[in-house]
């Protein structure tokens, strides 16, 4: 419930404030418009090109106690005169708006690097000459490749945390080479990241910079076919679902050996509420925002969600539940992947006290339990549309 009684880590009340949220549509967007709207009283100006993942909190109209405190504004950021009479109107401005998956880094890598870079300028700018607080959404894929990634397969320094977790104010960022498109992604939000704290550094901009681990949960991007287009490639998490939903084998590429971290939104959210309503602890701050605990190869994600599809849906596993693709096959030239990515989680516990909560295991039941519920009938009426036809 929303509640004027609430305090801040330091025992201060929090004081309602206007937020503008460019992005507000997508996946962490509307799970975070989600929250403010149902335990705080801050407004929300909702700046998307679509509004379909938080239609629940906008319609029907002055049907919720919070109608009044979200407003949403289809714009695009790339041109609209709109952009900075928003920012000038919100105490606090929040950046998720991005082309952000892998499948187009390296088929689309100037609208990539237009997205994650040229597109956000604008924001940092006004925020800046505006004296107004910024949360610039940033990447764990920043990071780029471990330096243990680098070592011999057999050197036992590759087991030394040094060589692999991922520490914001030490760790180098390793790319790879230009025509490994991958990296356009990367590299831009780098940029965008060097510009923030150079704008922090020169003309005393406030702002935070995010960098998540594989968030993953309900709403995550679409199912091809379905909500999205048949020929798209969303992230892994929406991946394997559409082909359990189809009840096809999941797509391993290059065997499924690379390393993930994967935290449940809604202990992510928790994080970004934190660093929302405690500037003075999170401003001038990069944090990484993962779940160390939860790191499982690619294989055994996949492994792990056959299981709990069965355990949500009674269907039997399939008789063979993988197989393995290679990346040019699957992504086209120019793909590289992240070896492996733990977080290191000193500085967001310091500062704001934050942990994950939420095992892989609860995590896909809960999501599994929601894309079943959410898809199944139409993937069903799709096969049959489609063998028919
Ligand atoms: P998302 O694609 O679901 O959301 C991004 C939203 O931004 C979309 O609704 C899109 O319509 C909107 N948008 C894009 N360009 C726009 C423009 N020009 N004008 C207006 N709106 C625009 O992605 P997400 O997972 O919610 O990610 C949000 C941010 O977090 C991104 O910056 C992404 O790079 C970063 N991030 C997310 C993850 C993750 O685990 N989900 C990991 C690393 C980084
Ligand atoms: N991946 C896979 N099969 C799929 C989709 C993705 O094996 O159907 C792999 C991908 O190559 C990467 C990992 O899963 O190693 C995570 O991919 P995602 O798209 O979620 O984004 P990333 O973590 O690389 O940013």
């Given at each position: ?41 801050h ?7 679509y ?39 919100a ?49 764990c ?19 030394d ?58 709403r ?60 003075a602890?999170?401003?001038?701050h ?12 690619v ?32 992504y ?38 929601y ?19």
């Amino acid at each position: 419930m929303a509640s004027s009684a609430r305090v801040d880590l330091d025992g201060n009340p929090i004081k309602p404030i206007t937020i503008c949220m460019i992005g507000a549509g997508g996946f962490i967007g509307s799970h975070l418009c989600e929250k403010l709207m149902s335990e705080t009283l801050h407004k929300v100006l909702a700046l998307d090109v679509y509004n379909d993942k938080i239609k629940h909190l906008l319609e029907p109209e002055n049907a919720h106690p919070w109608s009044d405190r979200i407003q949403f504004h289809r714009l695009n950021i790339k041109q609209d005169s709109r952009l900075e009479g928003l920012i000038k109107m919100a105490d606090l401005t929040i950046n998720l708006a991005a082309i952000c998956t892998p499948a187009d880094y390296n088929t689309r890598p100037l609208d990539t690097i237009y997205s994650n870079f040229i597109d956000a300028l604008p924001v940092v700018k006004y925020c800046s000459e505006n004296n107004k607080r910024l949360i610039h959404f940033s990447t764990c894929e920043v990071y780029g490749k471990t330096i243990g990634s680098y070592l011999p397969k057999d050197s036992p320094l590759r087991q030394d945390p040094a060589y692999y977790v991922l520490k914001e104010d030490e760790s180098p960022c390793i790319f790879g080479s230009i025509e490994k498109q991958r990296w356009s992604y990367a590299c831009a939000k780098q940029l965008i990241e060097r510009l923030i704290y150079a704008e922090g550094a020169e003309n005393g901009l406030e702002f935070t910079i995010v960098r998540p681990f594989n968030w993953i949960g309900p709403r995550m991007d679409f199912i091809p076919g379905i909500d999205g287009p048949s020929e798209g490639v969303p992230r892994v998490l929406a991946c394997f679902s559409n082909n359990l939903l189809r009840r096809e084998p999941l797509k391993l590429v290059d065997g499924g050996q690379s390393q993930r971290t994967f935290v449940y939104i809604k202990d992510a959210i928790e994080a970004v509420m934190l660093m929302i309503e405690n500037p003075a602890r999170a401003n001038g701050h990069i944090f990484n925002v993962g779940n160390p605990n939860n790191e499982v190869t690619v294989r055994q994600l996949g492994e792990m969600m056959t299981e709990v599809y069965v355990k949500v849906t009674g269907e039997p596993k399939l008789e063979t539940p993988t197989i393995d693709v290679s990346s040019q096959e699957f992504y086209g030239v120019g793909y590289d992947d992240s070896d492996k990515r733990i977080p290191d989680m000193t500085i967001i516990n310091k500062q704001l006290g934050w942990n994950p909560k939420t095992s892989l295991w609860d995590l896909l039941e809960s999501t599994l339990t929601y894309q079943h519920r959410t898809y199944a009938e139409a993937v069903k009426k799709a096969i049959s549309q489609s063998s028919a036809s």
